[in-house]
């Protein structure tokens, strides 16, 4: 219900919408009663639930690119599962690293390794999913079919780290108050310490 007004600009409610997406594309669903709404949604939350349990690959370990309000920056290594959503992550990221504040002050942003500008989480996305997706589309891109090749006997980890770093997927921890400026790959690179 929070994520709505990120998502669209209409009016929806939350008693018979919700956001849907793959893994960083959203879409609002609205129902004709609250009932039925809660009813698709509680079906396929279970979906999901039982289709995780089930995955193979269950943790990954994510580069973060830290920024905070002088533009200096860090990067820390933080272990994602596979349910963990983004608010988790930045949650997680900012207790490893000691900082201070709530995670509402904080943004977490994915650059996905194609020539795009970075795209601001909004909480819900799963940042394990991301990363694995941007792992099948360079894989797919680099043996030159389209078929979104699975890669569930447990090599995404090791793939992840081999990719070149303008292939792979970029995850940045900024404060919210920054203005959202245009994030490419290249302006990260020029202020790393």
């Known amino acids: 219900p929070i994520c709505l007004s990120e998502v669209t600009e209409k009016k929806m409610g939350p008693e018979t919408s919700f956001v849907i997406g793959w893994p960083t594309t959203n879409y609002v669903v609205t129902f004709s009663s609250a009932d039925v709404?809660?009813?698709?949604?509680s079906a396929l939350l279970w979906h999901i639930n039982a289709v995780k349990q089930n995955e193979y690959l269950k943790n990954l370990t994510l580069q973060i690119l830290v920024l905070d309000a002088d533009n200096c920056s860090s990067t820390t290594a933080v272990s994602v599962s596979n349910v963990e959503t983004a608010?988790?992550?930045?949650?997680k990221t900012l207790l490893q690293l000691g900082l201070p504040g709530r995670t509402s002050d904080h943004h977490l942003w994915v650059i996905s390794g194609?020539?795009?500008?970075?795209?601001?989480?909004?909480?819900?996305?799963?940042?394990?999913?991301i990363a694995l997706n941007c792992l099948r589309d360079s894989a797919d891109q680099h043996q030159g079919t389209n078929n979104n090749t699975l890669l569930a006997d447990g090599t995404e980890a090791s793939i992840l780290d081999q990719?070149?770093?303008?292939?792979?997927?970029?995850?940045?921890?900024?404060?919210?108050?920054q203005a959202p400026t245009r994030l490419r790959r290249e302006s990260l690179q020029k202020h790393t310490r």
């Open 37 to 41: 709404k809660e009813r698709c949604l």
């Open 87 to 91: 608010e988790g992550v930045m949650k």
């Open 114 to 129: 194609k020539d795009e500008p970075a795209y601001p989480l909004i909480g819900h996305e799963h940042p394990f999913s």
């Open 163 to 177: 990719l070149p770093k303008e292939k792979q997927c970029q995850f940045v921890l900024k404060p919210r108050l």
